[in-house]
């Protein structure tokens, strides 16, 4: 049974940093991609970073690139989103997903992804 199960959401206020993150077990195959996605409040999930199992080929949205780093530590299987410069639009409720080996910009679709987390919340004041 695949779990998959996030920390370290909170809040800060614009300009801080905060580290999330995603412990995976569970999967069978070692092809599998982890990925991050948001949910703001009454719009849909979409994808902000996701990388491949063993910490390769990372993929960013735009808007978060050049301020959140994906990374995984593959001694106890744990993927990381490391948030820096945070804006208050990137207050949302943040998900990890693990999913099967995909490519390009499949990585970011959330439809992609099979097997998810509950969810943390992550909240930027001005």
């Known amino acids: 049974q695949v779990q998959v199960v996030e920390s370290g959401g909170g809040s800060v206020q614009a300009g801080g940093s905060l580290r999330l993150s995603c412990a995976n077990s569970g999967y069978t195959s070692i092809w599998k991609v982890i990925g991050w996605f948001r949910q703001h409040p009454g719009k849909g999930r979409e994808g902000v970073a996701a990388?491949?199992?063993?910490?390769?080929?990372?993929v960013y949205a735009d808007s978060v690139k050049g301020r959140f780093t994906i990374s995984q530590d593959n001694a106890n299987n744990t993927v990381y989103l490391q948030m820096n410069s945070l804006k208050p639009e990137d207050t949302a409720m943040y998900y990890c997903a693990v999913g099967p080996w995909l490519y390009g910009s499949e990585r970011l679709s959330p439809e992609k992804y099979n097997d998810w987390g509950q969810g943390i919340l992550v909240t930027v004041s001005s």
């Open positions: 990388i491949y199992n063993g910490g390769s080929g990372p």
